[in-house]
T-cell receptor
Framework: KAGVTQTPRYLIKTRGQQVTLSCSPI?????VSWYQQTPGQGLQFLFE???????NKGNFPGRFSGRQFSNSRSEMNVSTLELGDSALYLC????????????FGPGTRLTVT | SQQGEEDPQALSIQEGENATMNCSYK?????LQWYRQNSGRGLVHLIL?????REKHSGRLRVTLDTSKKSSSLLITASRAADTASYFC????????????FGKGITLSVRP
């Protein structure tokens, strides 16, 4: 089975721009979660989607949004980028059963200048 | 805010030694999981222990869970240079629509 894929792997944007990141989960996984990882704050939960519905949301401003498509692929969008949005964005998929584990993609490294 | 807090923040040992990492959490959990992350890459699931379990083994990994103290430990025996990575504990809460909550991680360096 192919693992979780994320595109693009690296991205450089300037302040004020917007960005869209993509995540393709493992086949059969209907849950996709997004995390932001920075040296200072660690791994912070952004949101989780299951069957095209947002199931959980972290404490991020409304500039961060996401969606999930019928094939379980997910995108997250960040509008009006700020320098502090520079981070590694990780996507993880799971079966969302009892005692589920998450399978992570390699991440998208976003640099905002 | 993170539910799990790992201790120590950084650990440096010699190859062949054992590495012990600790995690404390605050609320009731269904299970606790440990993940490994190699530099700048995605996390890899290592082991899961349920709230009704006290100890679990997987290869060179041994994890314990003490729900009365709300703490867990991960032991890596006979460490190798390839074990150099960051290690995270993650807790799965008991509420509806619970999510995995990760700690800030422990940086393990294994010197050859």
């Amino acid at each position: 089975k192919a693992g979780v894929t994320q595109t693009p792997r690296y991205l450089i944007k300037t302040r004020g721009q917007q960005v869209t990141l993509s995540c393709s989960p493992i086949s059969g996984h209907r849950s996709v979660s997004w995390y932001q990882q920075t040296p200072g704050q660690g791994l912070q939960f952004l949101f989780e989607y299951f069957s095209e519905t947002q199931r959980n949301k972290g404490n991020f401003p409304g500039r961060f949004s996401g969606r999930q498509f019928s094939n379980s692929r997910s995108e997250m969008n960040v509008s009006t980028l700020e320098l502090g949005d520079s981070a590694l964005y990780l996507c993880a998929s799971s079966l969302l059963t009892i005692d589920y584990e998450q399978y992570f993609g390699p991440g998208t490294r976003l640099t905002v200048t | 805010s993170q539910q799990g807090e790992e201790d120590p923040q950084a650990l440096s040992i010699q190859e062949g030694e054992n590495a012990t990492m600790n995690c404390s959490y605050k609320t009731s959990i269904n299970n606790l999981q440990w993940y490994r992350q190699n530099s700048g890459r995605g996390l890899v699931h290592l082991i899961l222990i349920r709230s009704n379990e006290r100890e679990k083994h997987s290869g060179r990994l041994r994890v314990t869970l003490d729900t009365s103290k709300k703490s867990s430990s991960l032991l890596i025996t006979a460490s190798r240079a390839a074990d150099t990575a960051s290690y995270f504990c993650a807790t799965d809460g008991t509420g509806a629509n619970s999510k995995l909550t990760f700690g800030k991680g422990i940086t393990l360096s294994v010197r050859p």
